[in-house]
């Protein structure tokens, strides 16, 4: 490699020590990150930075011998490289950066939103993320044209700004903050070029350790009580696998294994499949409700409706399935609605407003002094496998935890729950009669 180049990369090694923006022993991996890119790097023509880092890390991607956090790692290493250490002006391909932001650094913002969304949708992130971020982005333009007087610069400092007006005027949670930041950090990245992650420790909001509501055995019995038709289905299924209510919303017929009592939940968070338990006692409700909502499939057939909405490319590789029984919803809404994708009319899985409602109502009826909501009850899950003896890591598979620490927050709640110890000074009394 040409020797500017090395010593390029020797300046870039001691830019990441002098400035801390990484641990002093990941230093030296992401410059070989880089050298690797550099190596490897061959442009296509008009093809910008920003695309060839991505082509580079999709390859990178590929190898039998590349992990998830050493793609993270090269990207991280590669932006820090040529945004904060070379201050590349050209990330982006020009015209497209023209319709974002001018010379002078003036952002257009419905531009840069159209841009997020686009982004958004080509790294498949869920709707959902799409409107969160989005709706921060909003925001954040509308606190810097107040604050700015109707100039729209964005900037490491504005960002800083902003955060600091969200904890101390707005007095938000350490988790709002941190979704606020991930939103305009994606914002930076991805659509104007700007690298904020150097700054992360210093904005991300440290959130102290909590445990989760646990419902006992007999308190989770009656809440179900409370509760009765669809929505009491649900509420089983949830608990009887351990999910989140948007996985459970977003079941589809062929996610059910009667056979095997197995339900599938796929691109579950962080986009990973994964399998876990249906409960014998719902099985037969679970059938019954199918046949229902087969009459309902059959009705939308006959209208000549689109097919349910299918995951990124599907629908155009088999473009027959969102129409076939097998990709129908397990909890379809009743009403139809209108794609806000792909602007067409379809019938969508039922919002997660519904049980969360029944949920709360439930808990007000069976009289429990608990904090309770949809989440509490795939916390009682976890705990009361746990307290049944089932193994820690089959667990984590269960619900779908990356790390299994994540996991053994409920080793904490399963002491409350067991049979609690007696004193020593209890049992000093009764073995010796000693007075009060």
């Given at each position: ?87 590349v002006t050209d990330w982006r391909k020009p015209e497209r950066m023209a319709q974002v932001q001018d010379a002078e650094g003036q952002v257009n913002p419905e531009a840069a939103l ?89 904005v991300r909001a440290k959130r102290g350790d909590r445990l989760p509501t646990v419902l006992s055995v007999p308190e989770t019995f009656a809440l179900l009580e409370q509760m009765q ?208």
């Amino acid at each position: 490699m040409d020797k500017d180049i090395e010593r390029g990369l020797a300046d870039f090694g001691e830019f990441l020590l002098r400035e801390r923006i990484v641990h002093s022993a990941h230093a030296p991996f992401h410059v070989k990150w880089v050298r690797r890119f550099l190596e490897r790097d061959e442009p296509q023509a008009g093809e910008a930075l920003q695309d060839r880092v991505q082509r580079f890390c999709e390859e990178l991607e590929r190898a039998a011998w590349a992990t998830d956090w050493m793609v993270k790692q090269a990207e991280q290493a590669i932006r820090l490289y040529f945004l904060n250490f070379l201050k590349v002006t050209d990330w982006r391909k020009p015209e497209r950066m023209a319709q974002v932001q001018d010379a002078e650094g003036q952002v257009n913002p419905e531009a840069a939103l159209a841009q997020l969304r686009e982004t958004l949708r080509l790294k498949h992130y869920s709707y959902r993320t799409e409107k969160t971020y989005a709706d921060w982005v909003r925001r954040f333009f509308e606190y810097l044209g107040e604050a700015e007087k109707g100039r729209t610069v964005v900037t490491a400092e504005a960002v800083r700004n902003y955060m600091a007006h969200l904890a101390v005027h707005r007095q938000v949670s350490s988790s709002t903050q941190n979704q606020a930041f991930n939103s305009l950090l994606f914002l930076g990245r991805e659509v104007l070029g700007l690298e904020l992650e150097e700054m992360a420790e210093g904005v991300r909001a440290k959130r102290g350790d909590r445990l989760p509501t646990v419902l006992s055995v007999p308190e989770t019995f009656a809440l179900l009580e409370q509760m009765q038709g669809t929505l009491r289905l649900m509420a089983e299924v949830i608990y009887g696998g351990g999910l989140r209510v948007s996985e459970c919303c977003r079941l589809r017929v062929k996610d059910l294994d009667f056979d095997q009592s197995l339900v599938f939940v796929r691109a579950g968070k962080g986009d990973k499949d994964r399998s876990t338990l249906m409960a014998e006692s719902v099985k037969r409700r679970l059938r019954e409700h199918l046949e229902q909502m087969r009459a309902l499939y059959e009705e939308d057939r006959a209208a000549d409706l689109a097919g349910v909405m299918l995951p990124d490319a599907l629908a155009r590789k088999y473009p027959q399935a969102p129409k076939e029984w097998a990709w129908f919803w397990v909890f379809p809404s009743r009403t139809l609605s209108t794609d806000p994708r792909a602007g067409v009319v379809r019938r969508h899985h039922v919002g997660d407003g519904s049980i969360q409602h029944a949920v709360k109502e439930a808990s007000r009826k069976a009289n429990l002094a608990k904090p309770v909501s949809v989440h509490t009850l795939r916390h009682s899950f976890a705990t009361h496998l746990l307290l049944n003896g089932v193994d820690l890591r089959q667990i984590q598979d269960y619900l779908g935890h990356a790390n299994v620490e994540t996991t053994m927050i409920y080793t904490h709640v399963v002491k409350d729950l067991r049979n609690p110890a007696r004193s020593p000074l209890d049992l000093l009394r009764g073995g010796s009669g000693v007075k009060n």
